[in-house]
């Protein structure tokens, strides 16, 4: 019965991990300005996967940050949402 338990647990916790995509996220050129609307201070309440920086070039985030990948750009935010930085990002999916 506790391995039963254990294997739907697990099964549950697999299925609610979506993988980071890698490999398909690229970083527009430096010096590129396409529009983004997320500006450092502005509250962020949606969702997003949260990616490894070294995985997509970005900065090491602080203690209590992360990165967020949302359609269009990185987001660098806090604990309670604010945002630190927002770098564009172009996705070429397939």
Known sequence: ??????????????????????GRIYRYA???DPASGY?????YTGGGTIVDHLNHDLSRPEGGQR????PGNFLL?????TIVS????????S
């Open 39 to 43: 500006q450092s201070g502005m509250r």
């Open 30 to 32: 430096e010096g590129a």
């Open 86 to 93: 927002a770098v564009p990002a172009k996705f070429s999916g």
């Open 77 to 81: 935010v806090t604990a309670d949402g």
């Open 67 to 70: 990165w967020l990948l949302v």
């Open 1 to 22: 019965m506790k391995i039963a338990l254990a294997l739907a647990l697990l099964g549950t916790l697999s299925a609610c991990s979506a993988p980071e995509p890698v």
